[in-house]
Structures are given as C-alpha cells and as structure tokens.
C-alpha cells in the first residue's frame, strides 16, 4: 500500500461513526481479507492506521494490502459479535480465526407433515420441519431414537397420509403395524389428534425435558391401574422403567441446575482448545471439543466471544447462563456470564477442562502416529524406487553367516515389517549339511530350509531378501530360490561390507547408494541386526560346547544333567560357583556331590 493509499484510509477511518458495528477490510482484488468487531467503529478501525509498526507482522501484512473498507452499523456489542461470526463462517477471510471442525453432525428431525416422521439426518433444510442438535455423538441420536421407539408408536413409512389419501383407502399397512411398532394411521386407525399427543411427547424429550414425560406417563399409568386395566398400566409402567434407565445413562450433575452452557477454554500457541457443555434439568445432554486457530493477536476474551456465539447459534442453545473461566467484557443478549470459585458449577468447569485435557492427548497421539506411517511410508516408497522394486518392500528377510575358524556354524535370519523390526519372527538355524568354513553352501542351505518351510506351511513371503555378503553368497541364495521356482516372484538383493556395494542378481555392476540415503540406512540396519543375532547364538552354542566337554570328562554327568545345568547357569564359570543346594534343587544330592568333588580335585 502506497502512502497516499494509507492516508487516505485514515481519513476514512476517522469518518467512521462512534458506534458498535462490524468493518471489512478488503484487498485490491476485492478479497475480503478481514471482518471485526468493535464497541467504537472509528476508534478501532483508525488503529490500524496510527503510523506504528505493529509488533504483530501479520497485521502489518495486512494493513499493508488493505485497498478499501466497509463497515456495518449495528445496536449494541452483541448484535456486532453475532454478525462478525456469520461473516467469519460465511466466507473464512484470510486473516480471521480459523474454526478447525469440519464435521457434519447428526440431528434430528420432526417432519413438517401430516402423521410427523421422527428420524436422523445430517442435513438441515428449510422446510419447516422441527431440527433437534447438532448431537456431537452418532450413539447419542440413536440411543434417543431407540428410547422413542420404545415409548411410543410412531410410522416410520413415507406416505402422504393426507385425510383425503386415507379417505380413500389408498394404503395397506405395512410389516410395522403387524408387529406392533404403529397404529396405522394410514388406515384411519390413528387419529392425526391423537397422533399429535404423542409428537408433543417426542419434543419434550428431544428438550431434555424427560421429567415431564415421566410424570405423564405415571398419571396414565395410575389412571389405568384404578379403572382396572392393569395391562395398559403395566405398559406405561415399562415405559417410565425404559426412560429411567436412559437417564441413568446420563451425567447427573445436580437438578437444581436447570438450563446451564459451560465453556472452558485452554490456549496453546496459536491454537485455542474450547469444550462446550449443555446442561438441562441437572443432566449433561451435549457435549463437543473444538479448536480455533489464531490468525492475528486476538485476545483471549475474542476466541472465547467468537466460540460462544459459534456454538449456541449451531446448538440453538438459549440458556440463560453459561459458565466460563473468565468473564469477556462483551454483554450477549438475554444471557449472563458466571465464573465459579466453588461448588457444583466449578466442578462442572473443571469436568469441561478435562475434557479438553483429554481431547489434547488423543491429538498428541494421532499426530504421532500419523508421522511415524508418514516416515514409514517414506523410507518404503524410497526403498521401492532406489532399489528398482515392483512393490513397497513391506516384509523385509535378512541372512547372515556366522563361524570361528568353521566351528559351530550357525546362521540368523532377521525380520523387518513396515521398517520395523518383528523380533518374533527371528530365526536361528544351525548348520547341517555343511563341514567346514563354506559360507556359500550354508548360505545356499539356510535360504532352502527357509522357504521351503514357509511354503510347506503355507506362511507369507517377504518382499525382499536381503543377504549379508557379496556377489558369491547371493548367487548361492538365487541357487535355492531357483529350485523352489521363486526366482523372480521375491526380489533378493546382496550387502557387501567393505564399500556397501549392492548387488542384484544376474547384474555384474553393483548399487552404490549415497551414505546418507535412508534406503542404505535401514539395509545396514537390517545387515547390523542379523549380524548380532547371529552372533548371540554363535556365542551360546560355543559355550554350550564348552560346559559339554569339559562336565563329559566326569562319569555319572550324562547329557541330560548338562543341559539341565546349561538351561539353569548359562556358563561354566556359574556352575562352578554354585552352592551345593542351588546344585541339587536342579539335579539332585547324588550328582551334586559328584559334581562338587571333581571341581575340588582339579
């Protein structure tokens, strides 16, 4: 905005009236970039234009685009906050609070017609219909649905039972009527009056008003019960039980509480957390958490102002008092606010703040989760295009050898799911067919016993195989994978440790992949991790050998007594310094005994 541009919209902000009202800022493109309120229209618009820089930079971003203004003459304060919010939603400028909820929520509908339906829908229309909610809560809306079936008799059909239609006889009665849940009105077996009591029933239970209803039904019920007609008695006394268990599912908080709203209100950065409750007739009815994102240096009170009169024009709230945790200097009509130091609205208060607590948790935690899928889904789709894979690599198998000197082979596989480890799925394989320090032969036997076991047991094959080794070991795996017939149907890579090369079967020329690539990282995981669970197992089975011979040179310690011992101590050196009762708890006094002696002799 040029200097000219910024006088002369001071000039028309000090034309403004000293009035409550709402003003639009608007840009050289005709967006309509911000909507506000104010108690005085020129004192509050000329702020904006006092030839200060803000210490906000977005509002001097915005004041710097501003090309031209309106503004709307209203009553009193709460007259400009309710029409600042219809703007607000109407056309979410740039620079105002963002509501963050965009759910459609449930609600439900009396239908404007002859015999009125009473049902669900999400859609609210202006047609003269009589709409209940916004319920935050699908359970709820069927839960009360559920109740109305139960207490009352109501056609669920879309006829138009207009007197003329049922004059007619136009309509059968349907499945409903035979089974008891509708009178039949489209018969004429229902008068539209009568029809109408019950509908009257339905609306005060859709307000809350339940006790009402309970002392309708109990005069009915007494009624029928002094005529002797105890079987009509009796259904209404099944009816008062059904409504009053419904209400024991409800938060009771204190019937003296008759028509409350309480909001709370946490501010976290630039996101402001609000819970609203409804209380009627001592009962909470509604409950909703929400977020608004600060755009500009709005205040608390304006975030709390803008929530309040969001939530009661969509709740069509009109009670008279809402509870806050501090009171906004704007006035609403026909309400008041009260801030609780103690008692049974303070603990209400807190009940909606930990609501939001909670509310707060359940985001932390699906953000959380949402980053670790993203992450992984990253490093897969990675792996799939450095690697040249047809698919992500989801389930991840890597081999490796493991030998001193050719003494007890044994060989790791490790499992990696979603790059992560499945440490369930580790296996260990000792090698049997092998003699010797050939780890292209145990290489070839560990991948044949492998997969010939998953395939035999019908288990899932992995994506990619991942072998610890050069060009030499790979071939020996394709080797075993050929005479399964799965060459070609499991992608199968090499890792050599020396320069990271990658091989790929049948390609002479190995993958050199940048150090810092995400893709090299989780194969060297893999490589790293199937190298130390390999080593692990070497190291047991090498010490297991040696607590064999050495206890096999004392006659009366058979096999068994060894691995009894071996299962307890772990090492030789725990065996030697055990006691003669830890000894014997395992295998017995005679053999301790024996034990204890050779170890004293040599």
């Known amino acids: 905005m040029n200097k000219i541009g910024q006088t002369s919209l001071k000039k028309l902000a000090l034309s403004l009236p000293e009035k409550p009202g709402i003003y639009q800022f608007y840009s050289v493109s005709d967006e309509l970039l911000y909507v506000g309120k104010a108690k005085d229209l020129k004192k509050r618009v000329s702020s904006y234009f006092n030839n200060k820089q803000h210490e906000i930079n977005k509002i001097n971003a915005l004041v710097n685009k501003i090309a031209y203004i309106k503004h709307f003459v209203v009553e009193n304060e709460s007259d400009a906050l309710l029409l600042e919010n219809n703007f607000i939603k109407q056309y979410q400028p740039r620079y105002n609070i963002l509501l963050k909820d965009d759910k459609t929520f449930p609600w439900i509908c009396i239908r404007n017609e002859a015999f009125p339906r009473v049902f669900m829908t999400r859609n609210v229309i202006n047609d003269k219909s009589l709409y209940f909610g916004p319920y935050t809560s699908v359970v709820m809306v069927k839960t009360l649905l559920n109740l109305i079936k139960q207490l009352f008799k109501l056609r669920t059909c879309k006829h138009q039972l207009t007197k003329d ?15 008891g849940n509708c009178l039949g009105p489209c018969i004429g077996n229902q008068t539209e009056e009568n029809y109408d009591e019950t509908i009257q029933e339905v609306k005060n239970i859709l307000k809350g008003n339940i006790s009402q209803v309970t002392d309708y039904l109990k005069e009915q019920m007494i009624a029928f019960s002094k ?46 957390y609000i819970n609203y409750l409804k209380i009627v007739n001592g009962a909470i009815i509604q409950t909703h958490t ?37 009171s906004p200097e704007i006035r609403i009509k026909n309400c008041s606010f009260s801030v609780p130091k103690q008692g049974d609205k303070k603990k209400l208060l807190e009940l909606s703040e930990r609501n939001i607590r909670l509310y707060q948790l359940e985001k ?22 450095d690697l040249r894979l047809n698919d992500n690599p989801v389930h ?44 292209y032969s145990s290489m070839k036997e560990i ?7 998953q395939l035999s047991e019908n288990k899932p ?47 002479q020329i190995p993958l050199y992949l940048d150090k810092n690539s995400e893709t090299l990282k989780l194969i060297q995981k893999l490589r790293d991790e199937a190298h130390r669970f390999g ?37 030789i050196e725990n065996v030697k310094k055990a006691s003669f009762e830890e000894l014997s708890k395992i295998i017995g006094d005679s053999k301790s005994k024996l034990l204890l002696n050779y170890y004293k002799s040599v």
């Open 165 to 179: 239609n049922i004059l007619r006889e136009k309509f059968k009665v349907c499945l409903e009527f035979h089974l």
């Open 227 to 272: 005529a002797y007609r105890y079987e009509e008695a009796n259904l209404f006394k099944t009816k008062i039980e059904a409504i009053e268990k419904y209400r024991s599912k409800s938060t009771i908080v204190n019937p003296s509480i008759k028509n409350v709203d309480v909001f709370s209100f946490i501010l976290d950065g630039d996101i402001s």
């Open 290 to 326: 929400f977020e608004l994102k600060r755009r500009l240096d709005e205040s608390k009170e304006d975030l709390l102002l803008f929530a309040i009169t969001d939530i009661r024009t969509r709740f069509s709230s009109e009670s008279f008092e809402i509870i806050v945790p501090f």
């Open 364 to 385: 932390q935690r699906k953000s959380t989760e949402k980053n670790f899928q993203t992450r992984e889904s990253r490093i897969l789709n990675t792996m799939k295009r």
């Open 396 to 439: 991840i198998e890597c081999f490796d050898n493991s030998n001193l000197l050719g003494t007890n082979p044994v060989a790791a596989c490790v499992v990696f799911k979603n790059a992560k480890p499945s440490k369930r799925e580790y296996r260990t394989f000792n090698i049997k067919t092998v003699k010797g320090p050939d780890d």
């Open 447 to 453: 991948i044949m016993r492998r997969y010939k076991r």
């Open 461 to 507: 094959l992995p994506d990619l195989i991942i072998i610890d080794g050069g060009k030499g070991q790979l071939n020996a795996a394709v080797d075993s994978l050929t005479e399964l017939n799965l060459e070609g149907k499991i992608a199968i890579i090499g890792i050599a440790k020396r320069l990271e090369e990658i091989y790929f079967p049948e390609d």
């Open 535 to 571: 080593i692990r197992f070497h190291r047991l089975k090498r010490s297991a050998s040696f607590i064999h011979s050495e206890l096999e040179l004392y006659k009366g310690i058979g096999p068994k007594t060894i691995e009894k011992l071996l299962k307890t101590f772990k090492t």
